[in-house]
């Protein structure tokens, strides 16, 4: 008897699953850049020259070479000042709810005008910004205080000028005799609150220190933090 021939079994075909799992790539892993940390950019110019353009009595002015935060070479002119005191001085005895501002009255040359300002001056080199404070007041206006509070500090005119100004809130004032110095000519005046407010709703305040500090004062009252 012939052996009996086997047939070939079909060959199973594969699942689709397993085809496309079999055709499906790994996905590529990305290299992960390096940590690297990033260079600090400088919060400072780096003065390359500086050269005295001009000497005064109150103030010098610098021409200066610098390269700026942004990597900026530029040359400024820089008018460089010790710094300035100014006195928001309230008398609260008679109305607390409306206290009297001290004010000064006087012409300044620069603006053309008369000004309305706080009483203010230049602090003396080595000096304290308060005992700056307590002079300026005493040589202005004769006035003296008891509490004194420093509301801010803030610079000027920064385009060019280097001066900065700190304002001191003082309380609890007494009168006394004034001391100006002979090239100033000053009329002191007692202006309550709410008209120093009006003036200045009504654009007939031009002095930048004395809105600055009225309208942090008045802030600080309606917040409750005075």
């Known amino acids: 008897m012939a052996a009996s021939k086997k047939k070939p079994r079909p060959a199973t075909p594969a699942s689709p699953s397993t085809a496309s799992r079999s ?40 021409t200066d ?38 004010i000064e009255r006087q012409y300044r040359h620069a603006a053309g005008q008369y000004l309305l300002e706080l009483p203010a001056g230049r602090v003396e080199p080595g000096e304290a910004t308060l005992a700056a404070a307590k002079r300026e007041m005493i040589e202005e206006t004769g006035f003296r205080a008891k509490r004194w509070t420093l509301l801010t500090k803030y610079f000027a005119s920064p385009g060019f000028l280097g001066e900065w100004m700190q304002i001191y809130l003082a309380r609890d004032i007494r009168e006394g005799a004034a001391q100006p110095e002979d090239d100033e000519q000053i009329e002191i005046r007692r202006i309550p609150l709410s008209e120093m407010l ?25 917040a409750g933090r005075l």
Do not use: C, M, W
Request: glycine share 4%; hydrophobic share 35%.
């Open 23 to 62: 055709k499906q790539k790994a996905p590529a892993t990305k290299p992960q850049p390096a940590n690297q940390a990033k260079p600090k950019k400088s919060t400072k110019a780096q003065l390359i020259a500086s050269k005295l353009s001009y000497k005064g009595k109150v103030f010098d002015v610098f």
């Open 65 to 102: 070479t610098v390269i700026e935060p942004n990597g900026h070479r530029n040359v400024r002119d820089v008018i460089r000042h010790n710094g300035s005191v100014v006195i928001l001085a309230v008398d609260e005895s008679k109305k607390p709810h409306d206290p009297d501002i001290i």
């Open 198 to 222: 009006a003036l200045i709703a009504d654009n007939k305040i031009h002095d930048g220190k004395t809105l600055i500090g009225i309208s942090l004062y008045d802030a600080a009252r309606r």
